[in-house]
């Protein structure tokens, strides 16, 4: 049984990331750096599909400002998502993207650097890297097989389906895990994709 189904049809002209958090600075004391914790509040399953909802805005803008600007214009936006959609200002977060292999960072994704890469590639530590964002991405549809809230964290799982401007689509089996970050925002802690199964 399908629990919500999220679909955006057309170009996303603007990035509602307001369910997602602003980058958080950490503080400096001296040496010791401290980044404060979120006062508790329970998660509610509006604020998960809110942020899947600007996820996927969020890829279909970076595919646009590729095509519309280049490269440079495309890797700079995806860095201002990835700070203000992952909790990598937290920690490591455990993605692991769909077309990635390898040893180590190059298929599990935790830190930043990886990330920015595997979005957008050009960086020459993770060489197989095509840039997924760039594939001329225009819209997405999002059908979540559940969500599950235990407190100030979450996590979803589903169906996620992008749309190139020619029409084709390609859907993937989707797993994010949310916590509270220091702000208040959602923050994706957890982001694991891949290709369904296939017995072929």
Known sequence: MKLTRIKALGLAA???LAAIAAPVAAHDHGAKKTVSTATYAPITEAEVIAAQQAWG???VA???EYDN???A???KLAG???DSAYGY???????KPTLANGEGEQTFRTSRDGAVSYFVGGDPKFAQDSGFALKGWRSFEIDNAGILITGNSATSMGHVTVIDAKGNRTTVDKTWGYVRGPD?????VVHHSSLPYSAG
Do not use: Q
């Open 14 to 16: 603007a990035l509602p």
């Open 57 to 59: 805005n969020a890829l």
């Open 62 to 64: 970076i595919a646009t």
């Open 69 to 71: 600007k280049g490269h």
């Open 73 to 75: 214009a495309a890797k």
């Open 80 to 82: 201002e998502i990835i």
């Open 89 to 95: 200002n937290l920690g490591p977060v455990l993605f």
């Open 184 to 188: 208040g925002k959602l923050r994706i």
